[in-house]
């Protein structure tokens, strides 16, 4: 059989990221930046308070005490967006946190520390020279490179982009996915089951799985077993597409539509690959213009730990991503594990934190139909092919599976 980590590296050959699009930076979010940020700006672009207060010149305030206060008149006003007046020699200015240091102080006395007079304020100490002031630019300098090309738009860089001027970026465009489900049995979630008949859970889990990702999803009716109806959805929908995705048919049954439909192409293949769950996978091209296809088992499990481990990593290269592969975390089990010879399993467990300590626990057993143990896991321990039993307190190889683990 062949390995996973073989498996995953020809599905990444001729993979590139996506064409690169300018964005408005909020429709931006979770998208990977094709070109560097440079401020247009110096942050913060004039000197201003960091409090409410009084702007002064310090040396006019030596000797202040709460027992002997300095007496100033009150001069004018500076709130945010407004020019205060100047601070003259032994007056002050009232400002507000934000608001522009007038000419000529440098420093502002909290109002704490002041008795809030509006024509004349008592104030009780002396302020070192700069105190409550933030400088300009001492946060960012104008042609400063903010964001580097390869940083995904998170919301803390979306806040700062704007901060620096920019309404838009340039970013790798989002991977379009066609997602198929098929299987005489499926039946849409909503309406009423027939005998010997199920819900289609696997087309809607991965197009979710998709959408987490960073991609757009199309999502075709499920397909009977059928290999033409097959072969004639995916020619009807493929234009556009950057990757296709499908699950079940690819195994050894007699109504192994995927395999009977698309085997006989010359471009798609179809091996077993030396994992539990997901033995059964499927890689290639379709079309005129090569659009990858990677055929997933029907089984849910299987399925979505397919997704982890080989789509996953596909879109996030098509999306820009310099590591496509999730980064293992170590945690202590729980419980023993067993695993069998020569397969890379990958057990469904619940990551939690214990004080300063990852630990983990199995959830469910072995089977790939346990929809129930999989939707109340977190995550899966890697078990590597060569350990056919790992002791309860041991350390474990974790890949996390949730949204914002990354």
């Known amino acids: 059989m062949k390995s996973v980590d073989r498996h995953l590296s020809d599905l990444l050959v001729g993979v590139e990221p996506l064409q690169t699009v300018t964005m408005d930076f909020l ?17 913060p672009i004039f000197d201003n ?14 000797g202040a005490t709460a027992q002997s206060p300095v007496v100033m008149a ?3 006003d500076g709130g945010a967006g407004a020019v205060p007046p100047p601070a003259a020699p032994g007056a002050a200015v009232r400002v507000m946190t934000g608001a522009p240091v007038p000419v000529g102080a440098d420093a502002v006395v909290p109002v704490e520390c002041t008795d809030g007079g509006l024509e004349e304020v008592h104030i009780t100490r002396q302020p070192d020279l700069w105190a ?19 940083t995904t738009v998170d919301p803390a860089g979306i806040g700062l982009i704007a901060s620096v001027g920019l309404g838009a970026v340039r970013v ?21 089951l027939g005998p010997a008949q199920i819900y289609d859970s696997n087309g809607l889990m991965l197009a979710a799985a998709v959408r987490q990702a960073g991609g757009t999803v199309r999502r075709l009716a499920t397909v009977h077993d059928d290999p033409d109806a097959l072969l004639g959805a995916l020619s009807e929908a493929l234009p556009g597409a950057d990757l296709v995705i499908t699950s079940g048919g690819i195994s050894v049954g007699a109504y192994d539509v995927v395999k009977a439909a698309l085997g006989g192409l010359g471009t798609v293949i179809f091996e077993r690959v030396a994992m ?31 997704f982890h481990v080989f789509v996953r990593p596909v879109l996030r290269r098509m999306l820009g991503y310099q590591d496509v592969t999730r980064p293992a975390v170590a945690a202590r089990l729980l419980e023993p594990l067993r695993s069998p010879s020569g397969r890379r399993q990958f057990v469904r467990v619940h990551l939690a934190t ?10 469910g057993g072995p089977g790939s139909h346990l929809v129930g143990a999989l939707a109340r896991s977190n995550a899966l321990v890697v078990v590597p092919e060569d350990v056919l039993q790992v002791r309860a307190g041991e350390q474990v190889a974790v890949m996390v599976t949730e949204a914002d683990s990354w």
């Open 27 to 43: 429709d931006a979010l979770g998208a990977v930046l094709a070109e560097d940020v440079v401020s247009r700006v110096d942050l």
């Open 49 to 62: 308070s960091a409090m409410d207060g009084y702007a002064v010149r310090s040396r006019d305030l030596a």
């Open 74 to 76: 009150v001069v004018g």
């Open 132 to 150: 409550n002031i933030r400088a300009r630019a001492e946060d960012v300098t104008r042609g400063e490179v903010v964001l580097r090309r390869g």
């Open 172 to 192: 790798h465009r989002r991977p379009h996915v066609l997602v198929l489900s098929t299987g005489s049995e499926l039946v849409p979630p909503g309406e009423d």
């Open 276 to 306: 539990q769950p997901g033995k059964p996978q499927g890689r290639g091209l379709l079309g005129p213009d090569r659009t990858p296809i990677i055929t997933l088992p029907g089984n849910p499990v299987s399925a979505y730990v397919s």
């Open 354 to 363: 214990v004080g300063e300590e990852r630990v983990v626990r199995p959830v």
